[in-house]
């Protein structure tokens, strides 16, 4: 099991894209808009590292996103987040969710301080993603700052095992209960089993 | 005196692309290694809101990037800033200069806190800033998150009236003087001179 393929152009090494369509090897169980609008049909999705030079005839979205430095995490978090977080793609996490996040301009005006007071001090984004880790799988990528502009700001992505399928499901409902996600504009939850190679 | 064409193309709002070579309206006095690599050789250059479908024939060099949300300024900062500061383009400005810049890997290594307290605590780049305003404008460009990996991380731009060129050489010598300096890997400064219709 791999989780990307090989890419089909050069480009940045930290740029992914995701496309749904009829193709790829994970199959979507569900997609829910859970703010705003949902993402149109897609049976399946690929994650692929790169960018796509010619999009499959039957590719229903494709969203990109890169990843970055930090923008909130302290070191001390940086060391607990090290010591506990694993790579996407093991062989057991053969459930994934990709999460495509807006955040609205109420957020982005906020300032540095401010984001990370709500983020961390009232909304304790890091903490409790902490308290599922090693079980889930997670990598951030970044929209907004891409020349196009997109639907959205964030893609979140994760995996893991059916065995943290609960666990899972408490980590985003937490998340969904924070003064932070009160700045969520869009939001999809699509979910994801493999049924690849 | 406009400082910025009509865009090209669409695009993202956010996105500025800096043409350097034979035409523009900026006349190009110096172009001087700050540290690592200068630029290859440009008479003049022009800044452009958006992207160029197709850039002129003698260009030299064309550097992109987004303006973005702040990523350090506090509330207290920003309210400062924004009492002093001045938008790019007034028509005394006939002054300008254009400094891209590349961080090294051990600034991008650490974390939120760690690069503000580099950033304002030690080097106080902020505070510097507000020193110079509003006689001098800026506007900060962002490439690292762009899809393409590109030379500089970050295009600083300035622009200025004759009266404030001591003060501007101050501002910039300042700031090369700091602690956050120590981690830029490559900078050019090009200087210009308003020389448009």
């Known amino acids: 099991m791999s989780l990307t393929s090989t890419p089909t152009t050069s480009g940045s090494d930290r740029l992914y ?21 949902t993402l149109p049909p897609a049976d399946r999705m690929e994650v692929l590292q790169g960018t796509l030079t010619s999009p499959p005839h039957d590719t229903s979205w494709m969203l990109q996103g ?14 607990q987040l090290v010591a506990r977080q694993v ?31 709500v983020f961390e001090d009232r909304s304790h984004h890091i903490q409790t993603g902490l308290k599922y880790l090693p079980g889930v799988a997670r990598r951030l990528h970044h929209c ?19 065995t943290e399928i609960t666990a899972f499901e408490d980590l985003v409902a937490a998340l969904r209960a924070t003064e932070e996600w009160k700045y969520v504009g869009r939001e999809v939850d699509v979910r994801l089993v493999w049924d690849g190679a």
């Open 66 to 79: 890169v990843t970055s430095n930090e923008r909130y995490v302290t070191r001390d978090e940086k060391t």
């Open 17 to 37: 894209t995701f496309v749904g369509g009829k193709s790829g090897p994970w199959k979507v169980t569900s997609c829910l808009p859970v703010k705003g609008d």
């Open 144 to 162: 907004r700052d891409l020349g196009e502009q997109g639907p959205f700001d964030f893609l979140t992505y994760f995996d893991y095992p059916q």
């Open 87 to 117: 790579a996407l793609g093991r062989p057991e996490a053969r459930c994934a969710a990709f999460i495509p996040i807006r955040k609205n301009a109420a957020w982005w005006a906020m300032t540095q301080d401010e984001r990370r007071a």
